[in-house]
Each structure stands twice: as structure tokens, then as C-alpha cells.
């Protein structure tokens, strides 16, 4: 929650996450109930452009008014709330919103529920979001691909948005027995599905959807934590998917050419030390050369991040052992020395470097289950766990440009024949 950022500030109290969002929902004045998500179809996860395409209906109810439900007892086909919830999602670079229209072709009309009147709207949004994946561990890698959902610079004072019924735990007997609940919500319609995931309609070859985690906050703008409670503007929810990627794939098509190649470098030794000493090095060049065009493939599926991947360690680690097969074969070839010597120090390096070769496998294989394993605990992460994993405050923070003054050129005399009038700032990076 934002409040985390309170702790250098002693004047603020700081509050439980939960007691701080159940805090806005009762001051608010207009709590906008998101009664369901509809993931229609998440499709190219790209990990080149690091985005992904996804399919989302958001079902919305809020507090209807008398002058709602007169409009809509008047006119049902053109009703229209006085307010509508405006919303955003901060990490889309493409996106196109629809409200589905209902039985009578209006997108807007009003429900009953336990006894009170609530607008409804169903909206689809169909969105290009951004997303910096974290490829460490590739193929081994578990990915949460995210979706921000922001009401639009709205206070907290006036809407946010809150769980939909049944998304808290149930009452206790008590409150059952005489059906009065102190919760915010109804205590009817517990265990309602808050997201719905359709994996039929989902384009993702390379990854299995294990698991999806939602967070309602109240957010604030970076820096102005120091205003305490007017700091909360609007409400926020956040969705993360987790993918997790298919490994066998990328083994079979890259790992185990790799593995076959660095055996295959086995048979110059089937060659005269000596009299085919250019034909080794010629074949071992061939190999070093096919396992660069490996590294090159496995390019194709990666950005162009500043650090190696699992993967690329083992494709390096085997262009490293034919690199240096190749020097050891060459002087064992070139240097001056009897031949039953030439014979023993050629029968010792083979049966070194089928040692290492089978080190280096069962060593990716140990360490390649190990990163699977460690992977494998996001999927037991709360969303708090997973935004510190997906956040770097060094590079992740908000950046603001600040003004340190005028600039000579907007003082200095000119020619207003030759210029047109304008004011221009020198600013400096701070992060926030």
C-alpha cells in the first residue's frame, strides 16, 4: 500500500492496509462495486517488445440516485447516470473501450439489490499493455504480466473502486442468525467469482496461466505523501496474471542441439594428432561457428536485455570448452614431443573433456530446476510480495523535471523581428 512511503514522516499515522481502504470506503461518496472481470482472451505476450495484448469486461455497479432511478423509470432506452465512472489504465500504449449495450440497446440501467437501486455498466476494453519482463531465469522464468486500472484523477472523497459482493470473508454465526452484518457489504452472494479467465480463447503457446492475483488501494500522487490524508486522489485496482513458461520447447530446440554439439566435438579425436591437425581445427571451427549461430536463434526470443540468461550461460559455457579443445588439440599437434607421448596427452585431454562435457550437463540440468523452483514461489507471493519484485525504486520511480530558473535567453534583449516571444527553464532530474 502507499502508506509503506508514510514511515519517514512521524505526523502521519500510519494504518493496515485494509483498515486504510475500508477508512476511504466509508468516507466516499460514491463506491463504485466492481461486480466482476471478464479476461476475454489474453494474447502475443511478446518478449522482444516486452508487451502483451489482453480482453477485459469490467462489470461496474454504483449508488444510483432519485434523479437516476426517475430518469430511468421515464426513459430506460436513453437513460444516462448523472455520474459515470471515468477511468484509465496507466501502462496501456494502445487501447479501445466499448460499453456493451444490453437488452434494449442502452449500456446504462439500474439493478435492485438488497433493497437499493445501483447504476450498472458492463465496459470492454481490448488493451496493448507494456511490461518489462524479467528474463533472468529464461526458459525457466515465471512472468506476471500486469493491468492498472486508475480512477481518473477522481479524490477518494469523491468514488473509488471497491471489491465486488462476497469478496470479503463471510460473517460470523451471529450476523447470520439475525442478518445484520456490520460489513461494508451484503453478506448474500459469498464466493462470487471477483475474475473470470477464459483459457480456450487465450494465444499463449509459450506459457501456462497458473494464477491471478487482484489488489484494490487508495494511490496518491509520488511526492505527496506528506499531505496525509488529502494526498489519497483516486482508486486504484491492479491485476497480475502469472504465466508460467513452457520449458520443454526451448530444451528440445535449442539445449539439446547444444547438447549434440558439444558431443559431436568428440570426434576430432577420431583425427591424426599430427597429419590431420588442420582438419581437427577446421572441424572444430565449424562446430564454434554453428554454436554461435545458436546464440543467435536464441536471440530471436529474448530483448535485448544487458544480462545472460540460463540458456545463454550454457550455450557459452559449451562455445567455451570447444574454444579451448580447439587450443589444446592445436598444441598437442604442433609441439615438439615423441609420439607415445603426442598418443597419452591426446588420450588424457579426451577423456578430460568428456569429463567436463558431462559436468557442465548435469550441472545446467541441477541448475535449471533450481531457478524452476525458485520461480515456482511467486506463485505463493501476495500481491504486495509481487509488486516489490516487479519494482526497482533505483529505476522505477516517478522522475520529476524541475525548473531552476530562467534561462539567459529569455531575458536577454533580442530582435523581436527575428524571434518570437517564448520563456524557456533549465530543469533538473529528481526522482520522487
Avoid at 477464459?198 to 487482484?214: A, G, H, K, L, S
Wanted: glycine fraction near 4%.
Amino acid at each position: 500500500m502507499v502508506q509503506e512511503s508514510f514511515k519517514d514522516n512521524a505526523e502521519i499515522k500510519l494504518v493496515p492496509p485494509m483498515e486504510r481502504l475500508v477508512k476511504d470506503w466509508n468516507k466516499t461518496e460514491i463506491p463504485v462495486e466492481i461486480k466482476g472481470m471478464y479476461i476475454r482472451h489474453i494474447a502475443d505476450v511478446d518478449t522482444i517488445d516486452q508487451s502483451f495484448k489482453i480482453a477485459i469486461g469490467y462489470d461496474m455497479m454504483w449508488p444510483a440516485t432519485n434523479e437516476d432511478i426517475n430518469s430511468w423509470k421515464a426513459n430506460d432506452v436513453e437513460f444516462k447516470p448523472a455520474f459515470i465512472p471515468n477511468f484509465e489504465f496507466p501502462n496501456a500504449k494502445e487501447e479501445t473501450m466499448e460499453r456493451r449495450a444490453l437488452v434494449n440497446g442502452n449500456p446504462f440501467t439500474i439493478q435492485e439489490v438488497d433493497g437499493k437501486h445501483f447504476n450498472f455498466l458492463r465496459t470492454l476494453v481490448y488493451l496493448t499493455c507494456v511490461e518489462r519482463l524479467e528474463l533472468h531465469s529464461f526458459p525457466f522464468d515465471i512472468q506476471e504480466i500486469s493491468v492498472t486500472l486508475d480512477m481518473s484523477f477522481a479524490p477518494v472523497e469523491k468514488a473509488m473502486f471497491v471489491p465486488g459482493r462476497g469478496a470479503f470473508p463471510k460473517p460470523d454465526e451471529n450476523e447470520l442468525a439475525t442478518g445484520v452484518s456490520e460489513s461494508i457489504m451484503s453478506s448474500a452472494d459469498f464466493n462470487v467469482p471477483l475474475v473470470t479467465l477464459n483459457r480456450q480463447y487465450c494465444t499463449v503457446p509459450d506459457f501456462d496461466i497458473e494464477r491471478c492475483v487482484v489488489q484494490f488501494k487508495s494511490a496518491c500522487y509520488g511526492g505527496e505523501e506528506y499531505m496525509g490524508e488529502d494526498a489519497f486522489r483516486w482508486s486504484q485496482v491492479t491485476m497480475r496474471i502469472q504465466l508460467k513458461r513452457k520449458a520443454a520447447g526451448y530444451l528440445y530446440r535449442i539445449g539439446l542441439y547444444n547438447l549434440l554439439l558439444a558431443y559431436a566435438s568428440v570426434c576430432a579425436f577420431a583425427m591424426n594428432p599430427v597429419d590431420d591437425l588442420g582438419d581437427r581445427i577446421g572441424f572444430l571451427i565449424t562446430l564454434i561457428l554453428s554454436s554461435v549461430a545458436f546464440q543467435y536463434i536464441v536471440a530471436q526470443y529474448l530483448p535485448n536485455v544487458s544480462y545472460m540468461t540460463v540458456l545463454d550461460q550454457y550455450t557459452f559455457l559449451v562455445f567455451f570448452l570447444i574454444c579451448v579443445l580447439m587450443g589444446v588439440v592445436s598444441y598437442i599437434g604442433s609441439a615438439s614431443m615423441t609420439e607415445e607421448k603426442r598418443i597419452e596427452l591426446d588420450r588424457v585431454c579426451l577423456y578430460t573433456y568428456l569429463i567436463s562435457l558431462t559436468i557442465l550437463q548435469v550441472f545446467f540440468c541441477i541448475y535449471g530446476l533450481i531457478r524452476r523452483r525458485i520461480m515456482m514461489t511467486h506463485l505463493q507471493m501476495g500481491e504486495l510480495e509481487l509488486y516489490k519484485l516487479n519494482y526497482n525504486p533505483a529505476i522505477d520511480s516517478v522522475i520529476n523535471v524541475t525548473k531552476s530558473g530562467l534561462l539567459k535567453e529569455s531575458t536577454k534583449p533580442m530582435k523581436f523581428s527575428d524571434t518570437s516571444a517564448f520563456v524557456s527553464f533549465a530543469g533538473s532530474v529528481e526522482d520522487s
